[in-house]
């Protein structure tokens, strides 16, 4: 059942004029369905982590979180913040601006979203880092960032696993499937318990495991929402010659 929500201070006038950007077009190309609506937190500072298998999934989490009422900051490609309108934009609604690889700047998203969640605010990190490798959708082996933000800052992980989007727009595909209108299901889970880690070092080893159990949470819910069985072992794109990043071929 989805809850009621209250209507929070956070619609700001720039998110609702993204709001009347995106939704609008999103609501002619899919019907969201909301589950599990009550276990996102109606204030204070979280780190949402979603799966993440098309290129259009960060819009279809963004008219999610509208819809609960608790407006997201995502870790964007700094190169954004150059583009007239966009740029102004990204900043204005204080989302986070990610070097490349090997850039000599240096930007510091995990400060960033530190600074995000000392404000009560929620931060969306997709533990993948990019498109899952796996032929089926399901979510691969995960990175760190998000479990860092959270232990760090002692703020939860809400997960949430949405299905549907890849009828919009296939993952890698370039082209918006706008007939018949689709149904995304997106369903969050109950804040992922942490406990075992809190006080621990923050090494790899200790980060790992958390993810591992951030990824487990996130994984319980796609199967839900697919009604089958995730594989029993998560795929790993170093163990298929694949890299983590950019595009590849199926």
Avoid at 6 to 22: D, H, M, N, Q, V
Avoid at 93 to 105: C, N
Avoid at 148 to 157: D, F, K, M, Y
Avoid at 171 to 191: A, D, E, L, M, Q
Wanted: aromatic fraction near 6%; avoid cysteine.
């Amino acid at each position: 059942m989805t809850a009621v929500r209250p209507t929070g201070s956070e619609k700001t006038p720039i998110f609702r004029l993204l709001a009347g950007i995106a939704v609008p077009p999103m609501s002619v190309l899919a019907k969201l369905k909301l589950t599990g609506v009550e276990n996102v937190p109606a204030t204070g500072a979280f780190v949402l982590a979603p799966n993440h298998y098309s290129e259009i999934d960060p819009l279809i989490i963004g008219v999610a979180m509208w819809k609960v009422g608790r407006m997201p900051r995502y870790m964007a490609k700094a190169s954004l913040f150059s583009v007239p309108i966009i740029g102004r934009l990204l900043r204005a609604s204080g989302q986070i601006p990610v070097e490349r690889a090997g850039s000599m700047r240096g930007s510091d998203p995990l400060a960033a979203a530190k600074r995000i969640a000392d404000q009560g605010l929620a931060v969306v990190i997709y533990p993948e880092g990019s498109l899952t490798r796996d032929p089926d959708l399901w979510p691969m082996r995960g990175k760190t960032g998000a479990v860092r933000t959270a232990l760090e800052q002692g703020i939860p992980v809400i997960p949430v696993a949405h299905w549907g989007t890849q009828l919009v727009m296939p993952r890698y595909g370039k082209k918006i499937n706008v007939f018949p209108r689709k149904t995304v299901n997106v369903r969050f889970g109950p804040p992922v318990d942490l406990s075992a880690f809190a006080g621990r070092k923050l090494d790899t080893a200790t980060l790992m495991q958390a993810t591992d159990v951030v990824m487990d949470a996130i994984t319980e819910l796609f199967e839900q929402l697919r009604g089958e069985k995730a594989p029993a072992e998560r795929w790993d794109p170093s163990q298929h010659n694949q890299k983590d990043t950019g595009r590849f071929e199926q």
